[in-house]
């Protein structure tokens, strides 16, 4: 029966308004009055009326630009010393990739002119165009093949 006790607490509370008891009139004034306080702080405070004490409540449409300008100078400038370095790295890692693969082409073409042909020699040229293209995505150009007499 306890929630039969907080319904009739409720139903006491709003009928007060219009009860004869002075107490109840009060102590209902009281309420819709701290509630309606309430209601315009947070409406305020949602507004940014206290921003000026530092709260500043949602932010609106018109301030959104602002908002994204500062995020954005603030990530460009933490991001720019990353991408110098990368770009660094990016040239150096380049270098050693190519020469790799220059090594391993010449190696390649070193062994294609040793064999005497077959399957062994097919494959050896598969190996090669493979290592023809990445070559050519690192250096825009393919490895230039050697005669056999060069070698």
């Known amino acids: 029966m306890k929630r039969d006790g907080v ?3 409720i139903r006491a509370f709003f009928s007060a308004a219009v009860s004869d008891n002075p ?3 009060k102590n209902w004034r009281l309420g819709v009055s701290g509630s309606l306080l309430a209601f315009v702080l947070i409406f305020a405070w949602a507004l940014g009326a206290f921003s000026k004490l530092g709260a500043t ?5 018109s301030d959104l630009e ?3 300008k ?7 400038a933490a991001v720019s010393p990353i991408k110098a370095q990368l770009t660094t790295h990016d040239g150096y890692l380049k270098r050693l990739v190519k020469k790799d693969i220059r090594e391993e082409l010449y190696e390649k073409f ?11 020699k097919q494959h050896l040229r598969d190996e090669i ?8 995505d ?3 150009s393919k490895y230039p093949q050697p005669k056999c007499e060069d070698l």
């Open 66 to 68: 602002d908002v994204e």
């Open 7 to 9: 319904i009739s607490d």
């Open 138 to 140: 690192v250096n825009d």
């Open 70 to 76: 500062v995020v954005d100078e603030k990530i460009t």
């Open 110 to 120: 070193v062994k294609l002119c040793e064999s005497e042909g077959g399957p062994e």
């Open 23 to 25: 107490e109840a009139v």
């Open 57 to 61: 409540g949602v932010a609106l449409a």
């Open 129 to 136: 165009e493979e290592l023809q293209t990445e070559y050519e």
